[in-house]
């Protein structure tokens, strides 16, 4: 017989998870502006390594109430794992926001559904049907369109913010095994804390040290991260995964108005043509899997 203390998942309500995505998707679109403004002038190690220490900063009212015990679990080995998986999808994911067009960058970190499907069967052994395997075919073919006829392909900007969204499908795997064992705020504290230390080496390798207003961004870059990945982890804890994935994608939207608006970028007909083929393959693969699962499955975000 369960035990009466046991804990019951939060009711449904979509309108109040929709209104935490949205507050979460703003929180990391306004983090790709601001790191875009910092690169000018910082290498992403360094803005990676800042960003962990301040996002550190959201992390400690939680610790001095509940002590040590928000680092509790009982599978450290699979925090370990998506602390790797983060590491690299962070870095990745900085330096292609710095080196490339924001829309772009920020529509590239959206196939991370499509290497979900390819790790699903080269690692875990898992058969994908025909229509699901088109789909992952077809969004790879909107990454063709996004890049290929404006010849970025061969760039290395391109590479990482690809990089970056494999890596975030190993950190979401191991996402959908601990969310509901360990909790939001257990999940954050280990990717917190955690980050700190993961990326002070490479940013030792090429230390530069912030000036005046960059600290300023940096702190910024810190708070609303960790701002939004508490954000999602609540939208999704109490919303359906088929209403808040679609929500997500408005950060396409507000990284192309950020990017027109403070840079200058005029987003080419190919960004648009392959973000639309993009998000509706990936939107198809997300439907496809809730009528398997029924679970709810939060995204993992770089920054």
């Given amino acids: 017989m369960a035990s009466s ?3 019951l998942p939060p009711p449904i309500d979509n309108i109040k998870g929709a209104l935490w995505m949205i507050a979460g998707s703003t929180c990391f679109a306004i983090v790709t502006a601001l790191v875009k403004v910092l690169g000018t002038d910082l290498h992403p190690f360094v803005i990676v390594f800042f960003r962990s220490i301040f996002g550190v900063s959201v992390m400690l009212p939680f610790l001095a ?3 040590l015990s928000i680092f509790r679990t009982h599978k450290p080995g699979l925090h370990l ?3 790797g998986c983060a590491t690299v999808s962070i870095i990745a994911a900085f330096y292609a926001i710095a080196h490339m ?11 991370r559904p499509l290497f979900m499907i390819l790790l699903a069967v080269f690692l875990l052994g898992e058969v994908v049907r025909w229509r699901r395997g088109l789909a992952t075919l077809v969004g790879f073919g909107g990454v063709i369109v996004m890049l290929g006829p404006t010849g970025m392909f061969s760039e290395p900007a391109a590479f990482s913010a690809l990089l970056s969204a494999a890596a975030i499908s190993g950190a979401l795997a191991v996402i959908r095994k601990q969310a509901a064992e360990d909790g939001p705020i257990t999940l ?8 700190v230390i993961t990326t002070s080496v490479p940013a030792l390798t090429v230390w530069q040290t912030p000036q005046g207003i960059q600290w300023v961004y940096l702190s910024a870059v810190g708070l609303f991260s960790s701002a939004g990945q508490y954000l999602l982890i609540r939208a999704f804890a109490i919303g359906e995964a088929t209403v808040m994935n679609p929500i997500d ?6 990284a192309a108005l950020f ?11 190919w960004t648009g043509i392959g973000s639309i083929v993009i998000v509706a393959s990936t939107l198809y693969i997300l439907f496809r899997e809730s009528h398997v699962k029924k679970t709810p499955t939060p995204p993992v975000h770089a920054e």
Avoid at 101 to 111: D, E, K, N, Q
Avoid at 188 to 195: D, I, K, P, Q, V
Avoid at 259 to 269: A, H, K
């Fill in 259 to 269: 990017g027109l608006l403070f840079f200058s970028e005029v987003p080419s007909i």
């Fill in 65 to 67: 109430h509940r002590g």
């Fill in 249 to 254: 994608y408005i950060q396409i939207i507000l």
């Fill in 188 to 195: 954050m504290a280990w990717y917190a804390f955690g980050l």
């Fill in 101 to 111: 067009p924001l829309a772009t960058a920020v529509s590239l970190s959206f196939t």
């Fill in 5 to 7: 203390s046991a804990k």
């Fill in 81 to 83: 794992i998506r602390l």
